[in-house]
């Protein structure tokens, strides 16, 4: 079945840029997607990625998406300690409406 | 407006009892969807509701999880003779129905299920 990995762990200093990578197996999957879990909070869509596009840039984040190596990256310019959360990389595609979700990375941005 | 609310958003249960976790979806959103969530794992699919078309079970791990959804709205997800390995957060979604097109989904907070 479909699968999707992310690695679990990433600090980053503050100001840094942080670069959360995910691959996925599924090669219908039409729309990949970032969501956000903040302690005790619910899941937060951040930005998504059509599959024919390979770049969308919103504000301080930039995805990325190498739908060849199914290779799919999420980059936070100018990380800061409000960013310190588990980040999600999820799929979706065919006839399937569901999520497939990574694992989740926890990004911590030390001062 | 009001997002997605779950309830309760802790059980704590033995080991065999039945438990019912209920999810409120936001008004309009005909698609409702259940994941649940295992320490050290991602989200993992259990079930789809759209409008009045059968559900999709395809996640259902075994037969004592089931889920109904009245009047189009409020679901709830039953699970009989809970086992440890039960023990998760359910995190309910919804979104608006459409195709061709991206299917945001709003989540709610989550219930968290304890079974000792």
């Known amino acids: 079945g479909e699968d999707v990995e992310q690695s679990l762990f990433l600090s980053v200093r503050e100001g840094d840029s942080s670069v959360i990578n995910c691959t996925y197996t599924?090669?219908?999957?039409?729309?990949l997607y970032w969501y956000k879990q903040e302690p005790g909070a619910g899941l937060q869509l951040l930005t998504y990625?059509?599959?024919?596009?390979d770049m969308k840039q919103d504000q301080r984040l930039t995805v990325l998406l190498n739908k060849k190596d199914k290779h799919l990256s999420l980059r936070i310019a100018d990380t800061q300690t409000g960013d310190s959360a588990i980040y999600f990389c999820a799929e979706s595609g065919g006839s399937a409406r569901q999520l497939t979700f990574g694992s989740g990375t926890q990004l911590t941005v030390l001062p | 407006g009001a997002g997605v609310s779950q309830s309760p958003s802790n059980k704590v249960t033995e080991k065999g009892k039945d438990v019912e976790l209920r999810c409120d979806p936001i008004?309009?959103?005909?698609?409702l969807y259940w994941y649940r969530q295992s320490l050290g794992q991602g989200l993992e699919f259990l079930i789809y509701?759209?409008?009045?078309?059968?559900?999709?079970k395809s996640g259902l791990p075994s037969d004592r999880f089931s889920a109904e959804r009245t009047g189009g709205s409020v679901s709830t997800l039953t699970i009989q003779r809970t086992q440890q390995e039960d023990s998760a957060v359910y995190l309910c979604a919804s979104s608006l129905p459409g195709s061709g097109r991206i299917y945001e989904q709003y989540f709610g907070p989550g219930t968290r299920l304890t079974v000792t």
């Open positions: 599924d090669s219908s999957s039409t729309y």
């Open positions: 990625i059509f599959s024919n596009m």
């Open positions: 008004s309009g959103h005909t698609a």
């Open positions: 509701f759209q409008g009045n078309s059968a559900p999709d």
